[in-house]
C-alpha cells in the first residue's frame, strides 16, 4: 500500500461570476521513503496539489476526488484525526520562511509551543527536542539560537529551523514548496543536502514542488510535470533528460540556457503558461507547442504509455526526440 | 562632450561604499567598453546590488570614482538638466516587474512620461512609443493596459521598454529575468540579444544565475563580501574557476547527475 495516494483531485475555486476549475484530475502515488517531485512553470497547479494534500486550502475552494493516507481516506478524517494528520504525520516547509513564522515571536518559542500544543508535551521536554532537532540541521550553538528573533537569521538558517520543526514530529511524509527557490545558490545545495540526508535516514518520503527541472531531478525518484492544472507527464527522475516524450517537458528543457556552452539563440516557448482556469477546448499546451495537429486543439488528450511511462499527449508514440 | 568612440563607456576606480560598519563594496575598479556586456555575479549580501545602485546614482559611492560616457558621476547629479543627461548614459532594469511599474499609469503613458523627459518632442511621443512597444515583442494594444493586467513577463518586457526610452547607452539588468518562469525567461534573453544587436547597447548584467550570465555575457566579475574574488572572459572563468569561491558556486548549480552539497565547505 502506498503511504499517499491522490485520484481524481480536482479543485474549484471562486472567480469573479462564480466558481472555476483550477486542478483538472491529478493522480499521483507517493510510497513509502519515496521522494516525489512535481515540477511546474507559474499557474501549473503544483503548489494547489500539494496544498490540497496538506488540507491547507482557503475555505471557499472546493476539492474533490479521493485522498487516501496508508489507505485512510482523509476527507472522512475527524478533526482530531485530521489535526493529529496535519501536525504529526504530514509536514510542510514553504518557500519563504519568513511568511510562515511568526516575526515578533522568538525561534524557542515557535518550536516548543508547536509540540507543547500538538502533542501535549512538558516544556522542558519539548526544549530538549528543539535543540536536539536544531543541532541535527546544522544550526551551530542551538540554545542561543532558541532567543534569537527570526529578523535576526538569514534566510538559509531560518529554513534549516523550519525543516527541524518539521522534524520534532517524525512526519511520515514532508511536503516541501520551492523550499529552497528564496535562498542563494551555494545555500540552495546545502539546504537540499540536508532534507536529502534526513529523508534518507528516515524513511520519510517527500513531495518535492520545483520549477526547477533539474533539482527535482537531482533529488526525487519520480517526477511530474504539470501544465494548467493537469500532470502532462509522468517519469523515473533519471529518464528526464533521455526519454522525456512530451512536447511541454522537452520545451522546458530546451528553453534553461546551459552552463556548459553558450548558444547563439535559446529556444524559447511562445506565449505564456496557461493556468488551468483557462478554457482551452483541447490540448492545453496546443497553443504553444510546435507539434499541433488539429485533433490536438479540439480534443483535451489522456495519458497514454510511451517509452513505459505516462504522457498526455496525441502524439506521444509518434514524435521521435533525439536525446538530449 | 567630446567623447572618442574608443573610451570606455563606465569607468570605476576604488568604488566603495560603507553603511555603519559594513563595507558593501570595497574596492571595485572596472571598465565597461561601449556596446560590451559585464555580468557581476554573486550572491545575498556580495555587494552587486549595491555597486548597480551606485552607477545610476542611487547610492552615492563612500569613496571612489565612477566615469560614465566621459563624465564623472561620482557625485549625484546637481542640476535636472545633469539628471537627464545622466538618464540618457545609464538606465536601469529590475528584478521584480509587479513592483517596479506605476498601477495607475498605462504602458503608454508610461512611455510616453519617459519619453518627454528625455527630450522627445510632442508630436513624436505617440510613434516613438508604438516603436518602443514594438521593439520589445509586444502589440500595440498594450500600450492602452495597466500593469495589474499584464503578465511577469509582459510588465519585464514594459519595464526593459521604458528603460529605452531615453536611447541610453548603457542598461543595468539586476536580476532582471531571476522572477520570469523558464518559458518567459528565455523569451526576454534573446529579446535582450536582440536588442544589444539593433541598438549597441551596453549591459551590466547582475545575477546568481551563472548560465544566464554565460548566455548574455562576455566578460564577468564574481563578487564576495563586497570585493571582485575572480574576473575574466565569462567562458574561461566559468569552465575553469580559479578562485575557490567561483569553484563553490560553480559546483552548486544543480544540473544531469548533480548532487546536492557537492563543493560544500562546512
Excluded at chain 1, 520545483?210 to 531531478?217: F, G, K, Q, S
Aim: with cysteine.
Amino acid at each position: 500500500m502506498s503511504l499517499l495516494e491522490v485520484e481524481g483531485l480536482t479543485l474549484d475555486v471562486p472567480i469573479p461570476g462564480g466558481m472555476g476549475r483550477i486542478l483538472h484530475g491529478v493522480d499521483l502515488s507517493v510510497g513509502a521513503g519515496a521522494a516525489v517531485g512535481i515540477v511546474g512553470e507559474s499557474g501549473s497547479g503544483k503548489s494547489l496539489t500539494v496544498r490540497s494534500i496538506a488540507g491547507l486550502l482557503p475555505p471557499a475552494a472546493t476539492q474533490k476526488g479521493n485522498l487516501r493516507f496508508f489507505g485512510e481516506d482523509v476527507a472522512s478524517m475527524s478533526s482530531d484525526r485530521l489535526r493529529r494528520y496535519r501536525s504529526a504525520q504530514v509536514a510542510m516547509v514553504f518557500q519563504d520562511p519568513r511568511a510562515a513564522i511568526n516575526p515578533v515571536r522568538k525561534v524557542g518559542d515557535f518550536l516548543i509551543e508547536n509540540v507543547v500544543t500538538n502533542l501535549g508535551w512538558s516544556r522542558s521536554r519539548a526544549r530538549d527536542k528543539a535543540v536536539e532537532v536544531l543541532d541535527e540541521v546544522g544550526v551551530t550553538d542551538p540554545e542561543r539560537r532558541l532567543t534569537s528573533f527570526p529578523a535576526q537569521l538569514s534566510g538559509g538558517l531560518l529554513q534549516r529551523v523550519m525543516i527541524a520543526s518539521t522534524l520534532l514530529y517524525e512526519p511520515e511524509l514532508l511536503l516541501a514548496d520551492e523550499p529552497t527557490t528564496a535562498l542563494d545558490v551555494t545555500t540552495q545545495s546545502a539546504v537540499m543536502a540536508l532534507i536529502d540526508k534526513l529523508r534518507r535516514e528516515r524513511g520519510m518520503a517527500m513531495v518535492f514542488v520545483t520549477h526547477d527541472l533539474e533539482l527535482a531531478a537531482a533529488v526525487c525518484d519520480t517526477i511530474h510535470v504539470m501544465y494548467a492544472g493537469r500532470i502532462v507527464e509522468t517519469l523515473p527522475a533519471d529518464e528526464l533528460h533521455e526519454k522525456s516524450r512530451h512536447p511541454y517537458t522537452r520545451a522546458l528543457l530546451d528553453a534553461r540556457p546551459r552552463l556548459e556552452a553558450r548558444e547563439t539563440r535559446l529556444r524559447a516557448i511562445p506565449g505564456q503558461p496557461a493556468s488551468g482556469l483557462e478554457d482551452i477546448a483541447g490540448c492545453t499546451f496546443a497553443p504553444r507547442c510546435t507539434f499541433v495537429l488539429d485533433a490536438c486543439r479540439s480534443d483535451q488528450p489522456s495519458m497514454v504509455l510511451a517509452d513505459g511511462h505516462e504522457v498526455r499527449c496525441h502524439r506521444a508514440g509518434e514524435i521521435l526526440w533525439g536525446s538530449a | 562632450m567630446g567623447v572618442g568612440v574608443s573610451a570606455p563607456l563606465i569607468v570605476t576606480q576604488r568604488l566603495r561604499k560603507v553603511y555603519g560598519d559594513l563595507v558593501a563594496v570595497d574596492d571595485v575598479s572596472f571598465e565597461l567598453p561601449h556596446g560590451g556586456s559585464l555580468g557581476i555575479v554573486g550572491e545575498s549580501g556580495s555587494g552587486k546590488t549595491t555597486l548597480a545602485k551606485m552607477l545610476v546614482g542611487l547610492e552615492r559611492p563612500t569613496s571612489g570614482s565612477i566615469e560614465i560616457a566621459g563624465e564623472n558621476c561620482s557625485l549625484p547629479a546637481k542640476s535636472a538638466r545633469q539628471r537627464w543627461r545622466r538618464a540618457r548614459s545609464l538606465q536601469i532594469v529590475f528584478q521584480d516587474p509587479y513592483s517596479s511599474l506605476d498601477p495607475r499609469q498605462t504602458v503608454g503613458d508610461a512611455l510616453r512620461e519617459a519619453l518627454r523627459v528625455s527630450g522627445v518632442d510632442r508630436n513624436l511621443l505617440d510613434a516613438r512609443a508604438r516603436a518602443l512597444i514594438d521593439l520589445v515583442g509586444m502589440p500595440e494594444r498594450v500600450l492602452t493596459s495597466r500593469p495589474s493586467v499584464l503578465s511577469g513577463g509582459q510588465r519585464q518586457r514594459t519595464a526593459i521598454a521604458r528603460a529605452l526610452a531615453t536611447e541610453p547607452r548603457g542598461l543595468i539588468l539586476d536580476e532582471s529575468v531571476a522572477a520570469l518562469d523558464v518559458s518567459i525567461q528565455a523569451q526576454i534573453l534573446n529579446l535582450l540579444a536582440d536588442i544589444r544587436e539593433q541598438t549597441g547597447v551596453a549591459y551590466v548584467f547582475v545575477s546568481h544565475d551563472l548560465a544566464v550570465v554565460r548566455h548574455v555575457t562576455d566578460e564577468v566579475m564574481v563578487m564576495r563580501g563586497g570585493q571582485i574574488v575572480e574576473r575574466g572572459e565569462t567562458g574561461s572563468v566559468l569552465d575553469n574557476p580559479r578562485h575557490e569561491y567561483t569553484q563553490l558556486l560553480r559546483a552548486s548549480v544543480p544540473r544531469p547527475g548533480w548532487v546536492p552539497g557537492s563543493g560544500e565547505s562546512r
